[in-house]
């Protein structure tokens, strides 16, 4: 292993985490950010674009209902998505090929960063009672060019802190990821590996189908399901 | 809502307009509509920093401060929709300052308007088109078109870019106004189609995904992958609807798989 493409790897990580966090809250909302869009461009930027698409729209179908509605603020599906991406991809890189093993740990050991990724966000938003209270400073004193400065000190501690978060993570994730998956056999693989292939798309389905808010969607969904289930099944003789 | 006598307008801005150059850098600023959002007054920072370009048009000394105060007030909204309130809001400044209505409509006008706007917003990006865009490039990915994601972002922000400009605009052309001209798109209609829709692509996404685990090698054989996959759709939806969070489900779940095929397995050896 190289360690100085590890670490630059690790820096386009942190760039890609920091600047999809950004666009998830505080700039463009482009949706550059959805786990479906984020996590196979990182593939494309570590050299593993396939996995990156299939692993993006499982964590997509994981996390569909993390939605800001008001001033709610819901599990940070972003970092948790690109942690646990780079873990897989830098896996695939530097370790051996990701299969389902991989990156059903990688999900395991990743999730709970969207509540880690929550925290940061709310504690953002408390840091930016002082950038408010700035504000009405500059207002009063009439200076437009002191209010203009606000939105990038909010945005610049955003993405720092953002990428901080999405790189540590990233790097021990796959320290443990690497030392777990030599010590994964047998029974233990094959529980895995149901896990991944069954209970997590399953899990990503139910998590997408409770957002669906007509009846009439369901039923759709079970019509389409039993379509092209069967015409699978008949292609397949 | 009634007009009143001039009041503190600025004597030498009284008849200006902020012209279309201010309209598109509040445009661009409104890209960053949330980057300050706080607990106490949400996006109050944000809406101020879109207006500043307008309202520097407009005000000098006194008057800019006391307009740079009254938009340093709560702000709540979509940040999509904001663009709306942000174009109509430019319009009443400009009023204000010519000395046709007081300061305080503008601040009236926020007050009624963001939470409907708001609820337009939420329920059509975030709940419908996203849910949609997402559930196709998904059923797309998975029956192996790699350009999915890219046509997810083109058709989402064909909307959102949309909405944006067309808000500013509209907001700036119609005032207060702009309401029904939103109104006329009918976005709640496209919700509740859009949700059929998005169940659809789900379900033919349930096939693809149930298609992948019979072609991999945790196959259980005999065609039982599909009937496996739906029930455990149909276990977890009904806990998601009791309200049980996805992360206990899936660490419940998987911890719950683990035990019985390690302890199948060591009662009936079967995997070595």
Known sequence: ?????????????????????????????????QPLVVVPALGVVLGDPQTGLWLGSLLQLLWMSSVLHGANVPPNETVASVAIGAMVLLFGKYVGAPDATVWTLAILIG????????????????ANQVLADRADEAARAGEPAAL????WLGLGRAFVLNALLVVVAAALGLGLL??????????????????????????G????????????????????????????????? | MATTAPLDADAGAAARTVGYFALWRVLWRSFFFQSATNYERMQNVGFAYCMLPALTRLYRGDALQAAMTRHLEFFNSHPYMADALLGASIKLEEQIAAGRLPP?????????????????????????????????AI???????????????????????????YGLFAGYQYGERVVEQLNRFELPRF?????????????IGAALLADDAMRSTAAIGDGLEPVLMVLLAVIFLLCLKRKMPMLLLLYGFAAACVGLVCGLNALFPLIG
Not at chain 2, 116 to 126: L, N, T, V
Request: contains cysteine; charged residues 15%; proline residues 3%.
């Open chain 1, 1 to 33: 292993m190289d360690g100085s493409i590890l670490a630059m790897d690790l820096g386009l990580v942190a760039t890609v985490g920091g600047a999809a966090a950004l666009d998830r809250r505080g700039a463009f909302q482009l949706m550059v950010s």
């Open chain 1, 111 to 126: 999730a709970p960063l969207s509540l880690v990724g929550r925290w940061l966000e709310v504690r953002l938003d408390r």
């Open chain 1, 148 to 151: 203009d400065r606000l939105p």
């Open chain 1, 178 to 203: 690497a030392v777990v998956y030599d010590d994964v056999r047998g029974a233990f693989a094959v529980a895995l590996q149901t896990v991944g292939r069954y209970l997590m798309p399953a899990l």
């Open chain 1, 205 to 237: 389905l139910a998590v997408a189908l409770s957002i669906v808010r007509r009846r009439r969607g369901i039923a759709l969904a079970a019509v389409s399901f039993a379509v092209v289930m069967t015409a699978i099944l008949q292609g397949r003789g």
């Open chain 2, 104 to 136: 305080a409509a503008v601040q009236r006008f926020k007050r009624c308007m963001m939470g409907p706007m708001a609820a337009i917003g939420d329920s059509f990006f975030w709940s419908s088109l996203k849910p949609f865009g997402a559930a196709w």
């Open chain 2, 139 to 165: 059923a797309g990915v998975l029956s192996g078109i790699a350009w999915a994601p890219l046509a997810f972002l083109v058709l989402y922000n064909m909307f959102h870019l949309s909405m944006r400009v």
């Open chain 2, 191 to 203: 919700s509740d189609r859009s949700h059929y829709l998005a169940g659809a692509f789900l379900g």
